[in-house]
T-cell receptor, first 109, second 115 residues
Framework: GQNIDQPTEMTATEGAIVQINCTYQTSGFNGLFWYQQHAGEAPTFLSYNVLDGLEEKGRFSSFLSRSKGYSYLLLKELQMKDSASYLCAVLDSNYQLIWGAGTKLIIKP | DGGITQSPKYLFRKEGQNVTLSCEQNLNHDAMYWYRQDPGQGLRLIYYSQIVNDFQKGDIAEGYSVSREKKESFPLTVTSAQKNPTAFYLC??????????????FGEGSRLTVL
């Protein structure tokens, strides 16, 4: 079966750096997405990786290793507004998105 | 501005009633999706449509129905056959091209509560 694993919850301090990991086992691979979702709201797009390596976008970076079936989202200079769930999703061989359950990130002052 | 509009944002229903959630997009996207999200869970695919007049069941289609008569519209009906319909429902669209790099755009969501 297809599977995406993320930690359920993480806690970090304002101003610090946090890394959220995502491992996947899917039938084929056509890219990996990271979305941010605040409670009660729709997900918003953060990043898309299809090639190995690091993609940087402001305070957020996303890394992909296809051979290891692994990605991480790196958040720097954490702000209180970064408290949210972070969803990892993989586009499989049929171009369907397989979603992880999400990682709830709690930021403390 | 282009986007996806879902309505209603909040909906209450009595057991045994059918309800229809609206989803309209003006992004000229071919592909549209309906997801269900339960507290602390990821997104689960109910139905998707890659083209007008065609749609496919997702992982949890039982108790739901859809139609795709127009490119812009993809309404979801939650029928009385759905045993546990209380959830947050999200509609999304994608350009549908196979480059895969396009962002999946989401509506604001509809929260359905069965009384």
């Amino acid at each position: 079966g297809q599977n995406i694993d993320q930690p359920t919850e993480m806690t970090a301090t304002e101003g610090a750096i946090v890394q959220i990991n995502c491992t996947y086992q899917t039938s084929g691979f056509n890219g990996l997405f990271w979305y941010q979702q605040h409670a009660g709201e729709a997900p918003t797009f953060l990043s898309y990786n299809v090639l190995d390596g690091l993609e940087e976008k402001g305070r957020f970076s996303s890394f992909l290793s296809r051979s290891k079936g692994y990605s991480y989202l790196l958040l720097k200079e954490l702000q209180m507004k970064d408290s949210a769930s972070y969803l990892c999703a993989v586009l499989d061989s049929n171009y369907q998105l397989i979603w992880g359950a999400g990682t709830k990130l709690i930021i403390k002052p | 501005d282009g986007g996806i509009t879902q309505s209603p944002k909040y909906l209450f229903r009595k057991e045994g009633q059918n309800v229809t959630l609206s989803c309209e997009q003006n992004l000229n996207h071919d592909a549209m999706y309906w997801y269900r999200q339960d507290p602390g869970q990821g997104l689960r695919l109910i139905y998707y449509s890659q083209i007008v007049n065609d749609f496919q069941k997702g992982d949890i289609a039982e108790g739901y129905s859809v139609s795709r008569e127009k490119k812009e519209s993809f309404p979801l009906t939650v029928t009385s056959a759905q045993k546990n319909p209380t959830a947050f429902y999200l509609c999304a669209s994608h350009s549908g091209t196979r480059d895969g790099g396009g962002e999946l755009f989401f509506g604001e969501g509809s929260r359905l509560t069965v009384l």
